[in-house]
């Protein structure tokens, strides 16, 4: 990265530390939603500031449209959290949380997924 540092570094290691003691006490094979209640209970339990299936107004031009987006979770105000549970992380996943964070103020997006033998994740950071 050019010597830059990493967007909200010590937050993410955070989070996906917590990711990763859920997959090795869950395993992969779950469903999605069980793994967000683990990820919530963790988040209690660590004192870490989060909102699930936070909403977001969708502006279109000079209107909001009448649908909105939830993210799964928004962890300390500023970082999106996604959670998957299938075989592997495709294209459209990453598409979906760079959409999240171009309608929110979300500088980075964490993209996790328990469905695999050992858990994946990917940093996505909002573009400019």
Known sequence: MNGEELIYKDESFKIIGLCFEIHKYLGRGLSEIVYKDAL????????????????FKVRYKDIYLDHFFFADFVVYDKIIVEIKATNKLIDDFI????????????????LVNFGESSLKYKRIAKTK
Request: charged share 30%.
């Open 40 to 55: 919530e209970y963790e988040s209690k339990n660590s004192n870490i500031p989060y909102e699930r299936e936070k909403q």
């Open 95 to 110: 598409s979906q949380t760079l959409n999240y964070l171009a309608i929110s103020e979300c500088e980075l997006g964490l």
